[in-house]
């Protein structure tokens, strides 16, 4: 998924964790066929080009990810919105100084003009510009599926680590009651803004730019607020902690957008959430959003 996975078995020994490497890796790249946009022959790809105004048969798994995409759209109040992917290459420079061209693209896609039908397992757009990426929601479904494999082979102790940003930790390090997890400042990353204890848990962590070799701030660009198509630009990381890796990467990059997008229904029951906040002095400030 062009990201890289990194991960620590406890307790295991050399085939075995062999073994479980070529069960994640068969697993990922199952699921890279059919979600990845980057690939032409993917089935999301060959999706977002044949579904506009037409119904298009999909496979069990991408109707149950694109149905979760539509459970996210509505839990945030529409601030996760894959369906908006054409607006990321937009602002990154294809006529980004246009506000009508970006009205018009905000009025053309978006997952309210994206149309499912369970009976048929059928995907119809309604919008020219309708474009699903899934993004780090596929992240979240990958460590769901690195996670159903260690539960199959009863893994007790594990960490992994997909890009750095996602992190599943099951049980605790071999030293503690738990696995101890830094997020690190933006600006010196030998810094600490918090550290998670994670024990069964998952920390997904987004952000919006990197920090360049000469310590300036770089906005990414790809944080997109779907209601304006404008994006998320002031150095801010914001941290979801949850027992489910795809509630955590989703929820890590809606609040990042909008802290305010989950409702008071939202059960909050074991989690957590926070955001590290940086001035122009590049100190940073923690704020709790659950």
Same mark, same amino acid.
């Given at each position: 998924?062009?990201?890289?996975?990194?991960?620590?078995?406890?307790?295991?020994?050399?085939?075995?964790?062999?073994?479980?490497?070529?069960?994640?890796?068969?697993?990922?790249?199952?699921?890279?066929?059919?979600?990845?946009?980057?690939?032409?022959?993917?089935?999301?790809?060959?999706?977002?080009?044949?579904?506009?105004?037409?119904?298009?048969?999909?496979?069990?798994?991408?109707?149950?990810?694109?149905?979760?995409?539509?459970?996210?759209?509505?839990?945030?109040?529409?601030?996760?919105?894959?369906?908006?992917?054409?607006?990321?290459?937009?602002?990154?420079?294809? =006529?980004?100084?246009?506000? *009508?061209?970006?009205? &018009?693209? %905000?009025? $053309?896609? !978006?997952?309210?003009?994206?149309?499912?039908?369970?009976?048929?397992?059928?995907?119809?757009?309604?919008?020219?510009?309708?474009?699903?990426?899934?993004?780090?929601?596929?992240?979240?479904?990958?460590?769901?599926?690195?996670? =159903?494999?260690?539960?199959? *082979?009863?893994?007790? &102790?594990? %960490?992994? $680590?997909? !890009?750095?940003?996602?992190?599943?930790?099951?049980?605790?390090?071999?030293?503690?009651?738990?696995?101890?997890?830094?997020?690190?400042?933006?600006?010196?990353?030998?810094?600490?803004?918090?550290?998670?204890?994670?024990?069964?848990?998952?920390?997904?962590?987004?952000?919006?730019?990197?920090?360049?070799? $000469?310590?300036?701030?770089?906005?990414?660009?790809?944080?997109?607020?779907?209601?304006?198509?404008?994006?998320?630009?002031?150095?801010?990381?914001?941290?979801?902690?949850?027992?489910?890796?795809?509630?955590?990467?989703?929820?890590?990059?809606?609040?990042?957008?909008?802290?305010?997008?989950?409702?008071?229904?939202?059960?909050?029951?074991?989690?957590?959430?926070?955001?590290?906040?940086?001035?122009?002095?590049?100190?940073?400030?923690?704020?709790?959003?659950?």
């Amino acid at each position: 998924m062009g990201t890289r996975l990194d991960a620590v078995f406890i307790d295991v020994n050399d085939k075995h964790a062999d073994m479980l490497a070529a069960l994640i890796k068969n697993d990922l790249d199952t699921l890279e066929n059919v979600l990845s946009i980057y690939r032409p022959d993917s089935e999301l790809s060959i999706l977002n080009r044949t579904a506009l105004k037409k119904d298009a048969s999909v496979s069990q798994d991408l109707f149950e990810a694109v149905s979760l995409c539509f459970e996210y759209y509505k839990l945030t109040g529409g601030i996760f919105d894959p369906g908006r992917a054409v607006l990321t290459g937009y602002t990154a420079g294809k =006529g980004k100084n246009e506000e *009508e061209d970006v009205n &018009n693209l %905000l009025a $053309s896609s !978006g997952m309210e003009l994206v149309e499912i039908n369970e009976d048929k397992r059928t995907i119809r757009y309604h919008g020219e510009h309708v474009k699903i990426d899934v993004g780090g929601f596929g992240k979240g479904l990958a460590m769901n599926s690195v996670n =159903g494999i260690l539960v199959a *082979e009863n893994i007790v &102790n594990a %960490l992994i $680590s997909f !890009g750095e940003s996602t992190i599943l930790a099951k049980g605790s390090h071999p030293h503690g009651n738990h696995w101890p997890v830094a997020v690190s400042g933006l600006f010196n990353k030998q810094s600490v803004a918090r550290v998670a204890r994670l024990n069964d848990k998952s920390i997904s962590t987004s952000g919006t730019g990197f920090v360049d070799a $000469s310590g300036i701030f770089r906005p990414s660009r790809n944080i997109i607020d779907p209601r304006t198509g404008k994006t998320v630009d002031d150095p801010i990381t914001v941290s979801f902690i949850s027992d489910d890796p795809l509630e955590a990467e989703v929820l890590s990059t809606s609040l990042l957008i909008d802290p305010d997008c989950l409702s008071e229904e939202f059960d909050r029951t074991g989690k957590e959430a926070f955001a590290v906040i940086y001035d122009d002095s590049k100190k940073f400030a923690v704020k709790e959003i659950l």
